[in-house]
């Protein structure tokens, strides 16, 4: 048997092409953690019901596992969804590893070991135009960072990120301000400054097309 098995009016999200398309953001689990799998322990997929749900497209729901199989986790639903009448906690599912989002074990067993990943969830000041993919990063700068306010989950990186200035201009025409966001937002959709993101405060590169590369300025 090689196929997704869900109760009737159910399908699931496939995670990888946005995950793909936002690496510095959206973090799949480790191969050493899918395969460190067994029964009993839990699996989180995003489930979707087919005819629309009454307030939420899909829902992220955990599955207890009962088994594992040919790349797919046999199991139950492990809660009860919000808004997906067609569901409930204790459906059988059998989905395909390649669509869990995130993982848990039972108690009492370790976590593997995995690679080390950072993350990119420090905030900078960036240009919509950025983000919204209509202009590369064209001149970056790191300053004192000085936007955080108390009870902030993540503190400012002291980064900004400004567009070229045509479309800069074209952003104050749209009223689309700069965004105070993720440095990891930012490099999804441009991350050709990746490189330096470590330099300290007071630096300031331009992009040089000629070059294909930032610029420091003095």
């Given at each position: 048997?090689?196929?997704?098995?869900?109760?009737?009016?159910?399908?699931?999200?496939?995670p990888?092409?946005?995950?793909?398309?936002a690496?510095?953001?959206?973090?799949?689990?480790?191969?050493?953690?899918?395969?460190?799998l067994?029964?009993?322990?839990?699996?989180k997929?995003?489930?979707?019901e087919?005819?629309?749900?009454?307030?939420?497209d899909?829902?992220?729901?955990?599955?207890?596992?009962?088994?594992?199989?040919?790349?797919?986790?046999?199991?139950?639903?492990?809660?009860?969804?919000?808004?997906?009448?067609?569901?409930?906690?204790?459906?059988?599912?059998?989905?395909?590893?390649?669509h869990?989002i995130?993982?848990?074990?039972?108690?009492?067993?370790?976590?593997?070991?995995?690679?080390?990943?950072?993350?990119?969830?420090?905030r900078?000041?960036?240009?919509a135009?950025?983000?919204?993919?209509?202009?590369?990063?064209?001149?970056?700068?790191?300053?004192?960072?000085?936007?955080?306010?108390?009870g902030?989950?993540?503190?400012d990186?002291?980064?900004?990120?400004?567009?070229?200035?045509?479309?800069?201009?074209?952003?104050?025409?749209?009223?689309?301000?700069?965004?105070?966001?993720?440095?990891?937002?930012?490099?999804?959709?441009d991350?050709?400054?990746l490189?330096?993101?470590?330099?300290?405060?007071?630096?300031?590169?331009?992009?040089d097309?000629?070059r294909?590369?930032?610029?420091?300025?003095?």
């Open positions: 048997m090689s196929e997704i098995e869900l109760p009737p009016g159910i399908a699931l999200n496939d990888r092409p946005i995950a793909a398309s690496r510095y953001t959206y973090e799949m689990p480790f191969a050493e953690e899918i395969e460190a067994e029964p009993e322990d839990g699996v997929a995003i489930f979707r087919t005819a629309g749900g009454r307030e939420f899909a829902e992220r729901m955990w599955v207890t596992i009962e088994r594992i199989e040919d790349g797919f986790v046999v199991g139950k639903l492990d809660n009860d969804p919000f808004d997906m009448p067609s569901m409930k906690a204790g459906d059988p599912v059998r989905l395909p590893l390649t869990v995130a993982v848990t074990f039972k108690a009492g067993k370790a976590w593997p070991d995995t690679p080390y990943r950072r993350t990119y969830w420090e900078c000041l960036v240009d135009c950025v983000v919204e993919g209509r202009s590369y990063a064209d001149y970056i700068y790191r300053e004192v960072p000085e936007m955080a306010e108390d902030d989950k993540y503190p990186s002291g980064w900004r990120i400004r567009g070229s200035e045509e479309m800069i201009e074209e952003d104050k025409r749209l009223d689309k301000g700069p965004l105070y966001i993720a440095v990891g937002k930012v490099l999804n959709a991350d050709r400054w490189h330096l993101i470590d330099e300290g405060v007071g630096t300031a590169f331009q992009w097309a000629a294909s590369d930032y610029v420091k300025l003095e």
